[in-house]
Nanobody, 126 residues
Framework: QVQLVESGGGLVQAGGSLRLSCAAS????????MGWFRQAPGKEREFVQA????????YIADSVKGRFTISRDNAKNTVYLQMNSLKPEDTAVYYC???????????????????WGQGTQVTVSS
């Protein structure tokens, strides 16, 4: 079955960096767009970044623009999220997702994704 396993979360001070990884199995990775979402306590799941199947198109939430970078390695079936200049408001559970978005709006919405990981906690202290 399809599995998406996130790793790399943890506790970091404001201004620090983390690199999240999401290893996929059970699917043809190169045929799926990949996305990162996050959810803070009491809030809805929020789009962070997404990348097309080939990596040629990237979608970025305004809240992380200039600080986070998504990338993928289709040979390793892995998508990454490099997070720099972290802020306390970045604290959340981060989820990776795989899907086949039909247009640009779907890349930014959970409805564009079929498979989800279990999430990894990122906590940024002030």
């Amino acid at each position: 079955q399809v599995q998406l396993v996130e790793s790399g979360g943890g506790l970091v001070q404001a201004g620090g960096s983390l690199r999240l990884s999401c290893a996929a199995s059970g699917l043809t990775f190169s045929t799926y767009a990949m996305g990162w979402f996050r959810q803070a306590p009491g809030k809805e799941r929020e789009f962070v970044q997404a990348i097309s199947r080939s990596g040629g198109s990237i979608y970025i939430a305004d809240s992380v623009k200039g600080r986070f970078t998504i990338s993928r390695d289709n040979a390793k079936n892995t998508v990454y999220l490099q997070m720099n200049s972290l802020k306390p408001e970045d604290t959340a559970v981060y989820y990776c997702a795989a899907g086949t978005p039909v247009d640009s709006s779907w890349y930014r919405s959970p409805r564009g994704y079929t498979y989800w990981g279990q999430g990894t906690q990122v906590t940024v202290s002030s």
